[in-house]
């Protein structure tokens, strides 16, 4: 399994910007894939944005244009950029990552976005 270490949650007021960094316990480019999902009380974990070993990103509609995902190799390190956050993005982040059929998280970092 990959460890994985987010940090850079916060509370933000609505319109501002955070930054999310998951540093992974060995070299990320040989992960196939490593992501964002968000979560909040009650409600099931959803994706946020993911990118594989080649640099191909996804995102969720809900994101899309205000989130970007990126890596860098050289620390073994993703990050979630978010801007013109809305408190609707509010929720615990989790860090994912995947090597074949293994699944690894992190211990989820809170953002707050207050209105």
């Known amino acids: 399994q990959v460890q994985l270490v987010e940090s850079g949650g916060g509370l933000v007021q609505a319109g501002g910007s955070l930054r999310l960094s998951c540093a992974a316990s060995r070299t990320i480019f040989s992960i196939d894939a490593m992501g964002w999902y968000r979560q909040t009380p009650g409600k099931q974990r959803e994706s946020v944005a993911g990118i594989s070993s080649s640099g191909m990103t996804n995102y969720a509609d809900s994101v899309k244009g205000r989130f970007t995902i990126s890596r860098d190799n050289a620390k073994n390190t993703i990050y979630l950029q978010m801007n013109s956050l809305k408190p609707e993005d509010t929720a615990v982040y989790y860090c994912?990552?995947?090597?074949?059929?293994?699944?690894?998280w992190g211990q989820g970092t809170q953002v707050t976005v207050s209105s």
């Open positions: 994912h990552s995947r090597v074949g059929y293994t699944h690894s």
